[in-house]
């Protein structure tokens, strides 16, 4: 970056602080701290739901799965398409619940201090990894543009990131901890627009450079570029959703990540203040969730289309076939000019810190209202609860900070807080909808959840001979899938970065022979020899537009226990290279493509890493055949539990633990069955009223007279909804539409 981009940044700094300094001057209770009064309307509601919903992480991941996968890759983002619908539903439960944190909610609904404790616990975590991954994200893109990847300090070369994301975190202290949820608000209507300008700003400037590297710019206008990108590009990277076998996202891995993260959302700890709980009325809840969230919708598809244009420019560059991640950063660097780079950075941070903002005053309100006030000090002053919010909020930062540079993988990340929610998730809806959910069955289905899903996969891993037991160490099968194609000038580009690397292993491999050899290790001069004459007979060859490309692609290997690899060993525990997998099924799928299905020999021991998979034991042993499956597949599986097995703990111990008083679940279901009236008083005045009449809701129940809690739904409710829904066909159709352009 030039002194033009740090001079864009250090405005934006300035901006957002003095934001923090002029709101803080309106805080005089935790209610205009945590919630901001409660007097948000639309337009504030939007860019609140937003901005909390969209992370630096979230341009990051799509650009990094669409480089890897094609179209389908933006799935990695997109899948919220499917939920946002039912926030239609959603944002009023959190406007009728007129708690300040969803902790405060189970507190109410199972009557326990305790469990609201427990929930703040989750909170923290839950915030920590999330805001790990957006400040993973910002690293990621910030080192390309800085044009540093590292810091010497002594011998040792340390990544720029892990400089860059600590000053960052600094930043959205500054502004946060000074001005509670009034001024993440703020910063989010100014945040918001600068994500839509990020989503938008690199196409022209990618367009423009397809015409003028692949096209003629004497005559080619920048809507050429669409045109080019079809030709630089293979069909196979415009289909909506991949193959089965082949993408990371087919439709049943985007389903199964759809229910979990629907089962999930709901308690992710934020919503209580983006997902309504801070707006004026129920109307202002509604329209600023569903649009805010709808908004980010269109921007995956800017993001998309950005991802695209990046793999038709950069298909064959060094830095990306190490890390798809820095896709972003890359085009970022390579097609900005000075000023607008650092534009660009203001944006990625703008959606960093319109979601850590929001985290940093909710998990603080989270430890105030749920532990410090309700354990520490039950006297605490007004005062007091914001001193204590501050403090607490600068933790989940630093946590944040420190668990991005102990991790620094953002799909890995993002792949945690898909699970991480289903804690309290069974217990939030079961307790939503069946009065019967009883307190003791809560913590049991948490305590299954923690020990099942967390706990027991990073213990058993210690266990002695888990890693290298034959009966857990299984793979599914390496699919080798050879298609004879026209080559695509991407293509080209590809394959001149596999010669550079193929070069790279011949001669890294001929200089280990040659010291083996003057070693005298007769064994590995063997090994050695047979890898150096692999490496010659089967170097890639150069390729020209339009030849026969043979595309050999192979998945699976990925082991069905473990998150990690398994890797082949000796009896010494001794790493092996070269192993020779053993053919088990060939196939000629099509006139042009054939197949292999291979595993590793049988007297083969394979050593494990990562964490236990625990939860897909229960498929092996009602006798699933895992070794069959794809990645995908594996991964899906994994997901079915996790959304399942919760609900049925939940239910199963509440039918034989002790009920919870009649008295609170009659004032909890009349109060969130009473419509908020902006009025304070005048809505204080009508929950007294339903309160005294809980029967009056038995009218409005779908079975009346049970133990469950549905509702008829209202006119406005469905066609709400049904509206929403013709928004997620629509926005589909766009992203085809857009990615059709030029074919």
Known sequence: MTWPDYVVLLGYFVVMIVIGIISSKSIKGQEDYFMGGRGFGKILQTFA?????????????????????????????????????????????????????????????????????????????????????????????????????????????????????????????????????????????????????????????????????????????????????????????????????????????????????????????????????????????????????????????????????????????????????????????????????????????????????????????????????????????ENECVRAGRITGSVIVAGAVLISLLMMDVFEQLQLTWVLAVLFAAPFWIGMYWRRATTSAAWITVAYCAIVFFIAPNVLPFVPGVRTAAHYTITNDFVETTTTRAAAPSDIARRNLDIELWRDQLEQAQQQLATAKEDGDASRIARLEQQVTLLETTGPKLLSVGDQLTEVTRTGGQPIFWSGDVSPIDEKGNPIEGIQLIVVKEQQLDENSTQKVMRYPEDITLRASGNFKLDLLLFQLVGVELRSKSNAAIDTLGLLPKMAAPMLVMILFSLFTRRNSKEALDRYYAKMNTPVDPDPQRDHSNLQAAMEDPESIERHKIFPGSELEFYWPSKLDVVGFIICVAVCCGIIAIAAWVAGIGG
Not at 90 to 100: A, D, F, G, I, K
Not at 269 to 297: C, Y
Request: aromatic share 12%; with cysteine.
């Open 49 to 381: 739901a937003f901005g909390a919903g969209t992370g630096s992480s979230d341009p990051v991941n799509t650009g990094r799965t669409t480089f890897t996968s094609g179209l389908s890759g933006m799935w990695s983002v997109m899948y919220w398409l499917f939920v946002t619908p039912f926030y239609w539903i959603t944002s009023v439960w959190y406007r009728r619940m007129r708690h300040l944190t969803l902790g405060d909610w189970f507190v109410e609904r199972y009557e326990s201090k305790a469990l609201g404790a427990a929930y703040c616990a989750f909170g923290l975590l839950f915030f920590m990894v999330y805001g790990s991954m957006l400040f993973s994200a910002i690293g990621k893109v910030a080192a390309p543009l800085a044009n540093i990847n590292a810091i010497a300090i002594g011998e040792t070369a340390i990544p720029i990131e892990y400089f860059l994301v600590p000053i960052i975190g600094v930043v959205v202290l500054a502004y946060g901890i000074l001005g509670g949820l009034r001024a993440a608000y703020y910063t989010d209507l100014i945040q918001g627009i600068c994500i839509i300008l990020l989503s938008i700003m690199l196409i022209p400037f990618g367009l423009n450079a397809l015409v003028e590297q692949y096209g003629d710019p004497s005559s080619d206008s920048m809507l050429a570029g669409f045109r080019i990108l079809h030709e630089q590009l293979p069909k196979e990277h415009f289909e909506l959703v991949g193959s089965s076998s082949m993408s990371e996202f087919p439709w049943y891995r985007v389903v199964a990540i759809v229910l979990i993260n629907l089962m999930g959302i709901v308690v992710q700890p934020h919503f209580i203040a983006t997902g309504g709980g801070s707006a004026k009325s129920e109307w202002d809840a509604r329209v600023g969730l569903v649009v805010g969230n709808f908004l980010k919708r269109f921007c995956t598809v800017g993001w998309m289309l950005t991802a695209l244009i990046a793999l038709a420019l950069f298909a064959g560059h060094p830095e990306l076939a190490g890390d798809p991640d820095k896709t972003w950063g890359i085009a970022s660097r390579e097609l900005l000019s000075p000023g607008l780079t650092g534009l660009m950075v203001a944006c990625l941070l703008a959606a960093l810190m319109s979601s850590v903002d929001a985290y940093m005053i909710v998990g603080s309100g989270l430890v105030v209202r749920n532990v410090y006030a309700a354990y520490i000090n039950e006297n605490a002053t």
